[in-house]
């Protein structure tokens, strides 16, 4: 996969804590790039004098949410049906980032 571009961690696919060590590298880099980027964003907002600077944020309503990810008539309003879903939802990545955190 390097030769692709990857960067690639081994890990034994059986062994689920090095598998959750590998995931938790693989979102410390995915921060750490972003952390680079807003700072790069930054020093070019800070060298432009002669206009303000902003910084527009592409997004779409529910992003990663099921069932409800850029749907019509969902923005500010009760689930319903799919409450149980995305209340799972929340609760998986509320889990798994206090994982992330914790060590």
């Given amino acids: ?34 952390l680079k980027l807003i700072i ?12 303000p600077s902003c910084i527009l944020a592409k997004t779409f309503k529910g992003h990663d949410y099921p069932k409800i990810e850029n ?14 879903e995305v209340v799972s939802h929340l609760r998986y990545w509320h889990h798994n980032l206090s994982l992330f955190f914790s060590h």
């Avoid at 990857?6 to 590998?22: P, Q, S, Y």
């Fill in 71 to 84: 749907e019509m008539n969902w923005h500010g309003k009760a689930l319903g049906d799919k409450s149980d």
């Fill in 40 to 51: 790069s964003l930054l020093f070019q907002a800070e060298n432009v004098k002669d206009k």
């Fill in 1 to 34: 996969m390097e030769s692709f571009g990857f960067h690639a961690i081994v890990v034994d696919g059986h062994d689920v804590e090095e598998l959750a060590k590998a995931f938790a590298e693989v979102l410390l880099y995915g921060i750490l790039f972003l």
